[in-house]
């Protein structure tokens, strides 16, 4: 993973001590793919919670089906 890189604005305004223009943009650019990394991982595991609360969900019904025809039954 990709860690956030901190653009050096330097002490004063060309002084020197800061990064170039081509090396603040390459590290905007890694920071860029560093959050569309995350938001790529967190998209697949909603899907993934979603995918799973559907099954679990259809489980219990299946429970209750069950539960019922039984009761249905024992009477």
């Given at each position: 993973?990709?860690?956030?890189?901190?653009?050096?604005?330097?002490?004063?305004?060309?002084?020197?001590?800061?990064?170039?223009?081509?090396?603040?943009?390459?590290?905007?650019?890694?920071?860029?793919?560093?959050?569309?990394?995350?938001?790529?991982?967190?998209?697949?595991?909603?899907?993934?919670?979603?995918?799973?609360?559907?099954?679990?969900?259809?489980?219990?019904?299946?429970?209750?089906v069950?539960?019922?025809?039984?009761?249905?039954?024992?009477?």
């Amino acid at each position: 993973m990709i860690e956030q890189e901190l653009i050096n604005t330097g002490l004063v305004p060309n002084d020197g001590t800061g990064d170039t223009i081509r090396v603040s943009f390459q590290k905007t650019n890694n920071n860029f793919t560093e959050i569309y990394s995350a938001i790529a991982n967190s998209d697949a595991i909603i899907s993934d919670l979603v995918a799973n609360a559907g099954f679990v969900v259809a489980n219990q019904a299946y429970s209750v089906v069950n539960t019922s025809y039984v009761v249905t039954n024992s009477s």
